[in-house]
């Protein structure tokens, strides 16, 4: 059975950092592209980063490019988002990803992030 499952999320000021990780019971991790997501309130569920099987490629929303950034440990099935400089419009529940860049089948239960102003 997949699992994905997220920590990291809390309450935070404007300005600070935050770094989600997501672990991953995939049983050939390193074969996935990995990715989050989040949705804000009354909002839809939105791409915020995503990296290749191996962390040589990486990608970036535009709200979010050069304040975020993505990694991942193969060794570890782990995947992290590195979140600098929050906004409160950052606001949301992030979710971990899995899958073939394109189409994202496996989902973590999500974390929340609150920042507030």
């Known amino acids: 059975q997949v699992q994905l499952v997220e920590s990291g999320g809390g309450l935070v000021q404007a300005g600070a950092s935050l770094r989600l990780s997501c672990a991953a019971s995939?049983?050939?991790?390193?074969?996935?592209?990995m990715a989050w997501f989040r949705q804000a309130p009354g909002k839809e569920r939105e791409f915020v980063a995503g990296?290749?099987?191996?962390?040589?490629?990486?990608y970036y929303a535009g709200s979010v490019k050069g304040r975020f950034t993505i990694s991942r440990d193969n060794a570890k099935n782990t995947v992290y988002l590195q979140m600098n400089s929050l906004k409160p419009e950052d606001t949301a529940v992030y979710y971990c990803?899995?899958?073939?860049?394109?189409?994202?089948?496996?989902w973590g239960q999500g974390t929340q992030v609150t920042v507030s102003s």
């Open positions: 990803a899995g899958g073939d860049g394109s189409n994202y089948p496996y």
């Open positions: 995939l049983r050939t991790f390193s074969s996935y592209a």
């Open positions: 990296i290749n099987w191996n962390g040589g490629s990486t």
